[in-house]
């Protein structure tokens, strides 16, 4: 699929300095680009690659003023690093953009769906499934009973949708997600064995939610496990039953998170952070890789350390830790000197 630079410039909202007519059909990084291929500059540090790089098109910022000569066409637009990410998405969504149903795959009678459906062959789709317009549904899929999924949603393979589930619109769920498996829940009896608690709630994802690959996203005991607008979650991340997560908050992979507590909008959680049940971790929260949260967090608190504490104490505290042997021997001499005298 080819577009031009005024095509390129329109979805953009840019002005084209060059050939508006030449077009491109591929990316590039700038320094590798060769002639059909679109690349962009940002990093000024990557500046002398523009009058070297063989890239017909390249996109950068408003305020940029060439000082030699340049063979590739310009594309100036406000934020030459968010374009490009925008196009990225444009891309991989033109280059994604299958329609049609596969077979073999399974399509319970009582399945509702919407236009341009795409569903890859050995995939299931069971009772009373509601899918949006432009869902893509890639092999080897498996969606429960009662499942809504939302418009422009993207399910990639080996992904498994537990019963109930509700999906919002333009979620993409990566390869090997679970959503919807049951919570931990166990209740230990006289004999020293466990019971099992039935799990009969379910996940909601709302709008514009990422869940990387191999994460697990369990249903509530009752209720909902609700992970909020926005949200974008790593790879192999365990989040368990009756976890709210809020808005826009990103969290890295190898995070745990145990069952009901409750995390604020707009935090970044760090990989493998352990956080306890039943806590609440407030707005705009900053906790640092392999941090262990096993209290209530304010609104705006930066931790680190397991168990964490406020990060600036971390730091300095950390001088005195790794030179914690030296400090103990020099207590040790003053006592022997004052025990001698």
Do not use: W
Not at 7 to 18: H, K, N
Not at 31 to 44: C, D, Q, R, V
Not at 61 to 77: A, G, M, Q, W
Not at 282 to 298: C, W
């Amino acid at each position: 699929m080819k577009f031009t630079a005024s095509q390129i410039a329109g979805i953009l909202e840019g002005e084209v300095q060059g050939d508006p007519e030449i077009a491109v059909d591929t990316l590039a990084k700038i320094e590798e680009g060769k002639a059909g291929s679109l690349t962009f500059l940002s990093n000024p540090k990557y500046t002398p690659y523009l009058y070297t790089t063989e890239a017909s098109i390249t996109i950068v910022n408003k305020d940029f003023v060439p000082e030699k000569e340049y063979s590739t066409t310009l594309i100036k637009v406000i934020d030459a690093y968010q374009s490009f990410s925008k196009l990225l998405t444009y891309y991989d969504r033109a280059k994604s953009n299958k329609i049609g149903i596969e077979q073999p795959a399974h399509i319970d009678e009582t399945v509702k769906y919407g236009s341009d459906l795409y569903l890859g062959a050995f995939s299931y789709l069971g009772k009373n499934v509601i899918l949006g317009n432009n869902v893509k549904i890639y092999p080897n899929v498996y969606v429960a009973e009662n499942v809504i999924i939302g418009d422009n949603v993207i399910l990639y393979s080996g992904a498994k949708i537990g019963s109930d589930s509700v999906i919002g619109n333009n979620c993409v769920i990566h390869y090997g997600v679970v959503v919807g498996s049951d919570g931990f829940g166990f209740s230990p009896t006289e004999k020293g064995t466990f019971t099992k608690i039935p799990q009969i709630g379910n996940v909601i994802l709302e709008e514009d939610v990422d869940v990387g690959a191999g994460t697990t996203i369990d249903r509530a005991t009752m209720g909902s496990t609700i992970i909020r607008k926005g949200v974008k979650l790593d790879n192999q991340i365990q989040i368990a039953h009756n976890v709210e997560i809020g808005e826009n908050t990103v969290i890295a992979a190898q995070t745990g998170i145990a069952g009901s507590s409750k995390i604020g909008k707009n935090c970044m959680i760090g990989g493998q952070v352990g956080i306890v049940g039943h806590i609440i971790i407030g707005d705009n929260v900053r906790i640092q890789a392999q941090a262990g949260i096993g209290r209530n967090v304010k609104d705006g608190e930066v931790l680190q350390g397991s168990p964490a504490f406020n990060y600036g104490d971390f730091n300095k505290s950390y001088v005195h830790f790794k030179n914690l042997p030296k400090i103990v021997n020099g207590i040790n001499n003053i006592e022997k000197k004052f025990d001698g005298e």
